[in-house]
């Protein structure tokens, strides 16, 4: 099994779309998840992060984690065509550690 | 807003040469590491580096990689004798050292071995 999974999509949406992008892992010592954003030949821009289980808000972006279920997602809300990028989950085991990365889930908005 | 710089942008080698890939980090940040990426795969671990010495390095870094942080602010990456499945992009990371800070990423190096 995948340390860290992620349907690679693509995923298409219309503009104003809710959007849900999920990752699954297999590390229950994972303690750290982060959401990266990757424009084409462009390195991971982190869009957010979170420390165990809960929620976690940043403007139209929510990401949640739930441990008991190894299950990380990210919601965008009011989808924009500027948002059409690849999107990376990457869980971590501490502070200092490497990220695991997902494949990406490529994502594209249609205006 | 501070951010990672890395150089060359594309870096075109011939296979068996030596290749240094550069990276200047956040100013005051302590972790520092080396991804890459090959064309249609996900980011994957080299090697993360803290404390002037190697802190953890994947089984892809092998005796070929070396990094070295040789002044107050450069952090590179060399491979001794490149060869073509070392074509790949690569990124550089760093990370502050307070609370649980995440990394920050350059736009990357692409490394082309002919």
């Known amino acids: 099994q995948k340390e860290v999974e992620q349907d690679p999509g693509p995923l298409s949406v219309p503009e104003g779309a809710i959007v849900s992008l999920n990752c699954t892992y297999s590390n229950s010592a994972f303690q750290y998840f982060m959401w990266y954003r990757q424009y084409s030949r462009k390195g991971p821009e982190l869009l957010m992060y979170t420390y165990s289980s809960g929620n976690k808000e940043d403007g139209r972006f929510t990401a949640q984690v739930d441990k008991s279920s190894k299950y990380i997602s990210l919601f965008i809300r009011d989808s924009q065509p500027s948002d059409s990028a690849t999107y990376l989950c990457?869980?971590?085991?501490?502070?200092?550690?490497?990220?695991?990365f997902g494949q990406g889930t490529e994502l594209s908005v249609k205006p | 807003e501070p951010e990672v710089t890395q150089t060359p942008s594309h870096q075109v080698t011939q296979m068996g040469q030596e290749v240094i890939l550069r990276c200047v980090p956040i100013?005051?940040?302590?972790?520092f590491y080396w991804y890459r990426q090959i064309l249609g795969q996900k980011v994957e671990f080299l090697v993360s580096?803290?404390?002037?010495?190697?802190?953890?390095k994947s089984e892809i870094f092998d005796d070929q990689f070396s990094v070295e942080r040789p002044d107050g602010s450069n952090f590179t990456l060399k491979i001794r004798s490149t060869k073509l499945e070392d074509s790949a992009m690569y990124f550089c990371?760093?990370?502050?050292?307070?609370?649980?800070?995440?990394?920050?990423f350059g736009d990357g190096t692409r490394l082309s071995i002919l």
């Open positions: 580096f803290y404390n002037n010495e190697i802190s953890e």
């Open positions: 990371a760093s990370k502050g050292g307070r609370g649980n800070q995440p990394q920050h």
């Open positions: 990457a869980p971590t085991y501490n502070q200092g550690g490497k990220l695991i």
């Open positions: 100013s005051n940040h302590l972790y």
